[in-house]
C-alpha cells in the first residue's frame, strides 16, 4: 500500500513561538514580523505486508521551510527517510 499526506505548518499569531516537543521554543519573533508560516511537508510512504503480523514500511519525507523560519535565523529545506520493520505477536 502506498500513502502520501501533505502538510502545512504555521503559528497561530505572528507573534508565537515555534516549540520544541520538551515546550521550550526553537524560534520566534517578538515583533511579530516574520509572518506565520513555518513550512510545508510532504510525506509518501510504501508498506509491505511479508508475511501475517509482519510487515516492511519505507518512507520518506521533505520539509520546504517557511517566511517565519527564513526570517528568524534561516536554515534550509531537508529531507529525511526511514525503514521500519512490525513484528506482531
Known amino acids: 500500500m502506498v500513502t502520501t499526506e501533505f502538510h502545512a505548518f504555521s ?30 511537508e510532504w510525506d509518501a510512504t510504501v508498506r509491505w505486508d511479508a508475511r501475517p503480523r509482519v510487515s516492511v514500511l519505507l518512507g520518506g ?14 536554515g534550509g529545506d531537508f529531507g529525511w527517510g526511514f525503514l521500519q520493520l512490525d513484528v506482531g505477536f
Do not use: M, N, Y
Open 61 to 74: 519525507s521533505w520539509f520546504w521551510r517557511g517566511v517565519f523560519v527564513r526570517d528568524t535565523g534561516g
Open 11 to 40: 503559528l497561530a499569531q505572528p507573534r508565537d513561538a515555534w516549540f520544541a516537543d520538551s515546550g521550550s521554543p526553537l524560534r520566534s519573533d517578538p515583533a511579530g514580523s516574520a509572518g506565520t508560516g513555518v513550512g510545508r
